[in-house]
């Protein structure tokens, strides 16, 4: 019996248990019949640069067989183009390890038909990246038995866009477990038609981060049933969040515990008066989300008490903009310890104004480390009173920077230490101006080391000679 005329052009004994020595180029050569007599196994065996040279013509060719024999990683280097010679049959065909290789941006790529055609087992599969791929058309075309297949890692990648165009019908399949699968953010979409239509049982899946992300519109929505089968926790979360907090009094805001003061949303936080924010206790005040506190204005840092600024957190404190450090009064600051000054960030410590500067405490100025110290103005270090300057350690001094000693007032000058002036490295000696030499002590000129001497310039080596002698 004759060999088949295919042979003749084919190279079938390229295809073996090693991979496939052909080239893309080759690949992309071959003739309808030769790609019909590919089997499964041989097309296994393609590399990423043999399966670009197939069209999408030539997929389209391929039988569902055929497929079959393609990984999941070989469906995750596909191109989209060549993806669009997928049928609905081909694509029902795949596994779930198949599915599985398939990217957000595939997905992306492909028709609605093709979405829709998705069995439920392929759509219990996907997960939250390739959910994220779908687009409002294809969330739109689903049935509600395909949408009650999504899989919890499916759901996480819905977006609020996605659930606003969610049914009533194609949500009525979900089980409670997998609405708390969906996205804290991702809630805010959904309808109200959608979230008053949801069974008692839905709504009991619902998380306290989803009942965070959700609007007061969302949340006020809610009938009494549909609360009633909320924990007494999320129940009271939902009245925290629909409360209205500008117009509180006294009594009503300190009526609120600190668990309930971290559940306050930004808006709210926001809607809190200056008088507010200053009967707020340390306890209430410490509770607040660091991201609140960096949203506060000027005019509600204004309100704050020394009190309250003293017993802020460390990452609330870092989280007051320069803005609203650059309000605080001496009366306010005069409550911050030393630890939160230690934290303090460049901007934080540029923003402080000359007069606060100028009232710290010394335990305060203590706070600060060589490198914060180092952040200050000229005009701000200027602003320190001999006082202040004389707590400063040798660690503080040897961080001062040649701008900040150049920029000493004779007041200052004349009151460095000894202490202070041994611990002076040379190039900060090199900054010190003639002005501020001029106003030195005996005392002071006579506490230079040989090595702070050598650098001198030549006048100030006379004169430290001069006042030596004297």
């Keep these: 019996m004759g060999q088949s005329p295919l042979f003749n052009f084919f190279p079938f004994n390229r295809f073996t248990s090693g991979g496939v020595s052909l080239t893309s180029t080759e690949v992309s050569q071959l003739t309808t019949t030769q790609l019909s007599a590919l089997t499964s196994t041989q097309l296994s065996q393609l590399r990423p640069d043999q399966l670009a040279g197939l069209s999408s013509t030539e997929i389209s060719l391929l039988t569902t067989s055929q497929l079959a024999g393609l990984s999941g990683q070989q ?7 060549q993806l669009t010679g997928l049928s609905t049959t081909d694509l029902t065909s795949l596994t779930a390890q198949q599915l599985s ?35 409002s058309s294809d969330i739109i075309i689903l049935s509600a038995t395909q949408i009650a297949a999504l899989g919890r890692d499916g759901l996480r990648g819905l977006t609020s866009t996605d ?29 109200l038609t959608d979230l008053q ?13 989803e009942l965070r992300g959700m609007t007061t519109t969302q949340l006020s929505s809610l009938s009494s049933a549909q609360l009633a089968a909320l924990t007494t926790s999320e129940q009271a979360l939902i ?37 507010e924010i200053g009967w707020l206790t340390t306890t209430q005040l410490d509770a607040v989300n660091p991201c609140l506190i960096a949203g506060l204005t000027t005019t509600q840092t204004a309100g704050l008490t020394s009190t309250e600024l003293g017993a802020l957190g460390i990452n609330q404190f870092r989280a007051l903009t320069s803005t609203d450090v650059a309000v605080l009064t001496t009366t306010q600051f005069s409550g911050v310890t030393s ?43 200027s602003s320190l009173s ?77 004169s430290w000679l001069l006042v030596i002698k004297s």
């Design 75 to 81: 469906w995750h280097v596909l191109s989209t183009t």
């Design 101 to 135: 290789g398939l990217t957000a941006v595939q997905l992306a790529s492909m028709s609605t038909t093709l979405i829709a055609s998705l069995r439920t087992a392929q759509i219990a599969s996907l997960n939250a990246d390739q959910t994220a791929g779908l687009t």
């Design 163 to 191: 659930l606003s165009v969610l049914t009533t019908t194609q949500i009525a399949g979900w089980s409670s477990t997998q609405v708390q699968s969906l996205s804290a953010q991702s809630v805010a979409g959904l309808s």
């Design 197 to 209: 239509a949801m069974t008692t049982t839905q709504i009991a899946g619902l998380s306290m981060d």
């Design 239 to 275: 009245g925290v969040l629909t409360l209205q907090t500008a117009g509180l009094t006294s009594t009503q805001l300190a009526s609120l515990t600190s668990t309930q003061m971290s559940w306050l949303s930004s808006a709210q936080v926001a809607a809190l008066t200056s008088t």
């Design 339 to 381: 630890t939160e000054i230690s934290a303090l960030s460049n901007a934080q410590i540029q923003a402080l104004t000359t007069t606060v500067v100028a009232n710290l405490t010394t335990t305060q100025l203590r706070g600060l480390t060589a490198q914060e110290l180092s952040q200050l103005t000229t005009q701000q270090f």
């Design 386 to 462: 001999t006082t202040l300057l004389a707590s400063l350690t040798t660690t503080q001094l040897r961080g001062l920077t040649t701008q900040e000693l150049a920029a000493l007032t004779s007041t200052q000058a004349a009151a460095l230490t000894t202490t202070a002036i041994i611990s002076l490295t040379t190039t900060q000696v090199r900054s010190l101006t003639h002005d501020e030499y001029k106003n030195f002590s005996k005392k002071q000129w006579a506490a230079f080391s040989t090595q702070q001497i050598s650098a001198f310039t030549s006048d100030e080596k006379s």
